[in-house]
């Protein structure tokens, strides 16, 4: 049976999370967590909806609601068939409309309000097949997963035939991997007490209140004052002791030299990774950061605008930790196109995948062999960890 999308409604919501410093870092002093909420309403007779955001940090999110209302007139009036039957092609329309995407190209508030339409496409699709979303990417053939994957800017490096060829060798395990995934769980961990705002003791009680819970990776904010970054890198490291893996994420304050410098210091700490430590946007930058600085890890992509500056990234040997944010990028079928690239340049057993919003997370099961060591981890959804 056709379904319609009769109506779209975006919702500016916030949270006053400024108040208790929640989410504070070097550059979000004062942040409101927020999303651009999108609603598609369907004439379907179960009443189904399809559900997409868009993540912000408060200001600013009614530009996000606004740009929505600039873009749903590609999905508005549409059936879902219509949209899903080609969903590359649905992806490329919305992605290029002739006039708004002068406000991007793909990038910027544009490209959130275009993840936040086509996430709700997708779980409206899932829903109407009754499975979750990432069961309905995993039951996928390599060519459906491939038609809905944008190549444009991208086939210097990986082009339809390559993804497919990606797909289809590791179809044999996939089963078995989608089976150890279900009784395993997802690697994760927790950054509740690594905000910039929190006092000495309240990191210690949240450090010792995620010991309890199982936790064994913890993050910590870093990058407005060394001094105060040691003392409190010693003081997580006292709590969860040497085996315990500790990452840091300076959220893009530092120039070049200046990461390599603060994180000669920071290596007293045995840091598994520093996150965002310069500019999203300095490809080179990152490449000599991490260079400098191995073997720590240089993990980024939580503000990468799109999958030509991810391809970059990993062409450049950038990055050792792929962090893939599916309401940044375009939605789902841009965060499968940084999915199968990852394979193509990250081919050995030291794969890794970050997902902030794990909307796709579970789509990595097409690409991951035996032996290679694929992370997904879910930082927003605490019942899945390490």
Wanted: negative net charge; proline residues 3%.
């Amino acid at each position: 049976m056709s379904i319609t999308i009769t109506n779209i409604n975006a919702r500016d919501i916030r949270f006053p999370t400024s108040a208790t410093l929640d989410g504070s870092d070097a550059v979000n002093i004062d942040p409101d967590y927020s999303a651009t909420y999108v609603i598609l309403e369907t004439d379907s007779p179960q009443r189904l909806r399809g559900y997409g955001l868009a993540f912000t940090n408060g200001r600013g999110n009614e530009v996000c609601v606004a740009a929505v209302q600039a873009l749903k007139h590609h999905v508005l009036g549409r059936t879902l068939e219509s949209l899903t039957e080609n969903f590359g092609a649905f992806w490329n329309e919305i992605a290029s409309d002739s006039q708004v995407r002068w406000l991007g190209p793909e990038k910027g508030v544009i490209h959130l309000a275009t993840a936040a339409l086509v996430n709700a496409v997708w779980d409206l699709y899932a829903k109407t097949a009754g499975k979750p979303l990432w069961k309905l990417l995993v039951d996928m053939t390599a060519e459906q997963i491939v038609a809905c994957i944008p190549f444009r800017h991208i086939t210097d490096a990986l082009t339809p035939a390559d993804a497919t060829e990606i797909l289809k060798r590791n179809e044999a395990t996939k089963a078995a991997r989608e089976q150890q995934i279900l009784s395993s769980g997802y690697p994760a961990y927790t950054t509740s007490a690594g905000w910039l705002g929190y006092s000495d003791e309240k990191v210690r009680a949240l450090v010792r209140a995620g010991l309890a819970q199982g936790w064994t990776h913890f993050k910590m904010k870093v990058g407005r004052d060394l001094d105060d970054d040691v003392r409190r890198a010693r003081l997580i490291r006292e709590e969860i002791g040497p085996a315990r893996k500790l990452m840091m994420d300076a959220n893009q304050v530092w120039d070049v030299d200046q990461a390599i410098d603060w994180m000669k210091e920071l290596a007293a700490f045995d840091p598994h990774w520093i996150e965002e430590p310069t500019s999203p946007d300095d490809v080179l930058g990152h490449a000599k950061i991490a260079r400098a600085i191995a073997p720590i890890g240089v993990a980024t992509g939580e503000h990468c605008q799109n999958r030509v500056v991810f391809k970059q990234l990993l062409q450049a040997n950038a990055i050792s930790f792929c962090q893939i944010d599916s309401c940044r990028l375009g939605g789902v079928n841009e965060v499968l196109a940084v999915f199968v690239h990852m394979r193509v340049e990250w081919d050995s057993a030291n794969t890794f995948s970050i997902s902030r919003f794990s909307i796709t997370s579970r789509s990595a099961l097409h690409l991951r062999t035996e032996s290679s060591s694929t992370w997904i981890i879910c930082t927003n959804i605490s019942s899945f960890r390490w």
